[in-house]
């Protein structure tokens, strides 16, 4: 398979449109003249995509893309510098809403522990004989399609990242009348059964529906709650969230923007 080819199967033509909504154009100018082409914008994610799923190193990234993976690395950490992949995020979302592809009236928040190396948002993880971890908080409507993500230390407790996962939602599209933000219900496990985060959920005419502690179990919410944990399963199919090599968060979370392209999936079925 030629790079073409490949990269078109990683980024097709639709996906590409939509990033380059958001990718700042890079215009290369030598003044000396000559120089090599600069590497295509498209050829870049296509690696970038592969090393996420296949959970390679960049130098592993193959020659078959074309550029060279010093160029990609760049590409990856300018990208994550200029929050691109924060942007790409409501862009999709946009034009799942327009399509009528989003269900509000239930969402749900869950979370997947990674191990981790040194790097802030790292910490020791309660429930991993304290080694070193992350954990990547989810949002996801009805369908399990992700609508918010968000990285933390895997010390910090589940209930603290609720509320900056759900106002981190972004205004999306509907298919009539205004944009939305807000789900018409919120379920969860125990971890988040607070007062204090029931009242601010129904400040924001969120419903609660939370498993509470000692009264009911979480497996009650199994009907409902099903769906974000086939979506976790999904995201532990990229191999590169598997365990947290990066130091930097920006560059971790911007693994995670593969819950753009289970999006994207779901937009072009």
């Given amino acids: 398979m030629g790079m073409t080819s490949l990269a078109e199967r990683l980024v097709p033509d639709e996906l590409c449109e939509l990033f380059r ?24 994610l296509a690696a970038i995509v592969f090393v996420t799923t296949s959970g390679c190193t ?14 990609v690395y760049r590409r990856f950490a300018r990208w994550s510098k200029e929050r691109v992949w924060a942007r790409l995020q409501p862009v999709i979302l946009d034009e799942l809403g327009a399509h009528g592809e ?34 990547i908080h989810l ?34 599209r509907s298919r009539r009348g205004p944009r939305r933000r807000r789900p018409d219900k919120l379920h969860g496990e125990k971890g988040y059964d607070y007062p204090y985060l029931r009242r601010w959920l129904r400040s924001r005419g969120i419903t609660p529906r939370i498993a509470r502690r ?8 199994g009907r409902h709650r099903w769906l974000i944990e086939r979506t976790m399963s999904w995201l532990s199919g990229c191999l590169r969230l598997h365990r947290r090599y990066e130091r930097k968060p920006e560059h971790f979370l911007a693994f995670t923007a593969t819950t753009r392209l289970i999006n994207y999936r779901r937009l072009t079925k």
Avoid: M, Y
């Fill in 58 to 71: 960049w130098r592993q990234v193959p020659p078959l893309f074309g550029p060279a993976w010093p160029t």
């Fill in 102 to 135: 989003l269900d509000w009236s239930r969402f749900a928040v869950d979370l997947v522990s990674v191990r981790a190396l040194k790097g802030a948002l790292t910490g020791p993880n309660p429930t991993d004989r304290g080694k070193n971890g992350s954990k």
């Fill in 214 to 221: 000692g009264i009911e179990a979480s497996q009650r919410l």
């Fill in 139 to 172: 949002v996801t409507d009805r369908f399990g399609l992700p609508v918010a993500v968000a990285i933390s230390a895997a010390n910090t407790h589940d209930s603290l990242a609720l509320k900056p996962l759900v106002a981190s939602t972004p205004p999306i």
């Fill in 21 to 44: 909504r958001v990718v700042p154009e890079t215009v290369v100018v030598r003044p000396q003249g000559g120089g090599r082409r600069r590497a295509g914008d498209r050829e870049c």
